[in-house]
């Protein structure tokens, strides 16, 4: 980043008034992206000619993601290929929701049908175990408040799981989807996650990043479904990147020292519970 | 119907030149955004403090079905897109099954992710805007990066609050 000409500062940090609160308050924190976008927001709003920029969750993200699913709607159609399934994993929504947005509205006008599933990881599972309701988009509740399916903006993540899916809540319009049984939702352990990266990567020669591998893990399993069905299904997926911004992950996957962390209902309800009056 | 290859590529001048709005095909929107103030749904006005103000707009459009891409942005994206549709033979081999396995690879490029297509579209608002620069977060390092590479193409200012 730096070698971009960016300034990057560790969150929660001393530089705003939002990260010194949320250091008094939970000491020695690793923090959530969450606190880091009230952060980001509180340093645009301080400075003149500045505004802060989001790289999820918000509907204007999904629109410029939407190129996606566009081009892979094009290149489907160029073969004459009919989707079956389309799999993508699911943190803020943003390459999902980008990928299915050609599909899913194929299925609002009722021209087509597609099985669509978000994978989100089993610790931070705000579509398979979250509330829908309006929830801070941020740990510092200064952005709007957005209805979406959550976990409670003051959920904290387990800080052993890797990369970008340890987000609270989910796009508004993923998860309005979702509540209209336009998409399915899966959640999926890390070290199986980890596994079905190590094979991808074997075969396919691309070291998928954890995020995207979220998505492979369950592409493996419906595949492997139609091996016994004998279905030709046509599966397809996001990758939405590489995995070299994560090696530290993928250190502690080989060295055996993975670990899945599980969220157990108490740990819900608690953030849960500190959900906005609406 | 003839072969599919391991990759199908689009041709430079079939990548899209709008964006697709998908609210604009749902019956029942996704519910307004609010105020964190008066719990009221945020205005245009309102939400042009925190986000440039054509990003504003798109947040809050949920009717018009398809934006164009400013040429400037097509441009960028050319760098690395059309990204390619991959045919997973070898992944299909090595699980034995019948199924047809496509994955949509958009890590090919610095960022090395995704986030480069949304990076390169709010850097381009906020250079238009006449913006000094922009603040984020990131997580992996993934966005950062995109968001870094990005303003450094329309010579913004970058800050990046990193988890
Ligand atoms: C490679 C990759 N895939 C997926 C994600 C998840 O984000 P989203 O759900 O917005 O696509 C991230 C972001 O953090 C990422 O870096």
């Known amino acids: 980043m730096r070698t971009y000409g960016a300034t990057v500062t560790p969150s929660p940090s001393m530089n705003t008034e939002v990260g010194r609160r949320i250091n008094a308050e939970f000491p020695g924190t690793t923090g959530s992206l969450g606190c880091a976008i009230s952060e980001a927001v509180e340093a645009a709003l301080s400075q003149e000619g500045y505004r802060y920029v989001l790289g999820s969750v918000l509907a204007q993200v999904l629109l410029h993601q939407s190129v996606i699913g566009l081009e892979t709607k094009a290149a489907l159609d160029k073969y004459g290929i009919k989707a079956d399934m389309i799999i993508g994993c699911a943190g803020g929504g943003s390459n999902l929701g980008g990928l299915i947005s050609p599909f899913a509205g194929e299925m609002l006008r009722g021209e087509a049908d597609y099985d669509i599933i978000a994978v989100e990881p089993a610790s931070c599972p705000s579509l398979t175990r979250g509330v829908y309701a309006y929830d801070f988009c941020d740990t510092g509740k200064v952005c709007p408040l957005a209805k979406m399916y959550t976990l409670g903006s003051s959920f904290i993540p387990s800080a052993n799981h890797a990369g970008g899916l340890r987000y609270h809540g989910m796009s508004s319009i993923v998860s309005e989807l979702y509540d209209q049984k336009i998409l399915s939702a899966r959640s999926v352990e890390q070290t199986s996650v980890f596994e079905a990266a190590r094979t991808f990567a074997r075969v396919e020669g691309i070291l998928p990043a954890p995020e995207s591998s979220h998505a492979i893990k369950v592409a493996i399993d419906e595949a492997l479904k139609c091996k016994e069905t004998g279905e030709e299904k046509n599966i397809v997926f996001g990758l939405t990147g590489t995995g070299y911004f994560d090696m530290v992950a993928y250190q502690k996957f080989n060295d055996g020292e993975m670990s899945d962390y599980i969220p157990t209902d108490e740990d819900l309800r608690k953030s849960i519970e500190c959900l906005p009056k609406v | ?163």
């Open chain 2, 1 to 163: 119907m003839s072969e599919i290859p391991y990759k199908i590529y689009l041709e430079e001048n079939e990548m899209p030149d709008k964006w697709y709005n998908v609210r604009a095909d749902m019956k029942k929107k996704p519910a307004p955004i609010l105020n964190p103030g008066t719990l009221k749904p945020v205005t245009l006005e309102e939400l042009s403090g925190i986000f440039c103000e054509e990003l504003a707009k798109q947040e809050l459009d949920d009717t018009t079905a398809y934006f164009d891409i400013p040429e400037d942005i097509r441009n960028f994206y050319k760098m690395y897109r059309p990204s390619p549709l991959v045919r997973a033979y070898c992944l299909e081999k090595k699980l034995d099954t019948p199924a047809h396995i496509y994955y949509k690879f958009e890590g090919n490029n610095t960022s090395g992710s995704h986030k480069l297509n949304s990076a390169i579209a709010q850097a381009y608002y906020a250079k238009k805007q006449g913006l000094k620069g922009v603040t984020t977060e990131t997580g992996a390092g993934q966005w950062g990066t995109a968001l870094s590479m990005a303003c450094s193409y329309f010579d913004l200012d970058c800050q990046v609050y990193m988890v």
